[in-house]
Antibody, heavy 119, light 113 residues
């Protein structure tokens, strides 16, 4: 059974870079059949797609974050990563990693990790 | 961006009664392969979202058959045939036909009356 687990610092200072890793188990990351995504949820708010990457393809990002975000995939180590630079308090959110088929884009989710931006 | 609009924003339903959730997209979600990539997710309190339905009407494995989906083009509906206590939470629709970005509706909160 596929499991996704986010990890990384829970507190990041303003203007610094938020870095998270999603470890994939119970399934192969080495497949062009899936997209590997990052999604965030601001406190008591809805869901915002950050971007995704396929095993061999070019990453795709939300235009609202594109200038600050980078998603990469490490197929040899079965994980993918998110970097969001120049963070502000508005980036405080629960960050989820997720997997989805080429069509539907998102199906399985990690448990999420809260990242707070504060000095 | 494709805007997803859900209604109502909040729903209060008696146990055993049906519940209906609406989701409208600002553009048709019909993709060139003939599929509409509209998914429904349930987020129970304190949990991560769980997908219930994909391609508008296909139930995910393990999802009770009281959940059903319908619709095409720009109008979609999630129906719970008889609400149970464990169904409390927020329900989101999401379109995957157009990216970037993939977009979500603002959610409908379901509570028990």
């Amino acid at each position: 059974q596929l499991q996704l687990q986010e990890s990384g610092p829970g507190l990041v200072k303003p203007s610094q870079t938020l870095s998270l890793t999603c470890t994939v188990s119970g399934g192969s990351i080495n497949s062009d059949n899936y997209y590997w995504s990052w999604i965030r949820q601001h406190p008591e708010k809805g869901l915002e797609w950050i971007g995704h990457i396929s095993y061999s393809g070019t990453p795709s990002y939300n235009p609202s974050l594109k200038s600050r975000v980078s998603i990469s995939i490490d197929t040899s180590k079965t994980h993918f990563s998110l970097e969001l630079n120049s963070v502000t308090a508005a980036d405080t959110a629960v960050y989820y990693c997720a997997r989805g088929s080429i069509g539907s884009k998102v199906d399985s989710w990690g448990q999420g990790t809260l990242v707070t931006v504060s000095s | 961006d494709v805007v997803m609009t859900q209604s109502p924003l909040s729903l209060s339903v008696t146990l055993g009664q049906p519940a209906s959730f609406s989701c409208r997209s600002s553009q048709s979600l019909l993709y060139s392969d003939g599929n509409s990539y509209l998914s429904w997710f349930q987020q129970r309190p304190g949990q991560s979202p769980r997908r219930l339905l994909y391609k508008a009407s296909n139930r995910d494995s393990g999802v009770p058959d009281r959940f059903s989906g319908s619709g095409s083009g720009t109008d979609f509906t999630l129906t719970i045939s008889g609400v149970e206590a464990e169904d409390v939470g927020i329900y989101y629709c999401m379109q995957g036909t157009y990216w970037a970005p993939v977009t979500f509706g603002q959610g409908t909160r379901l509570e028990i009356k």
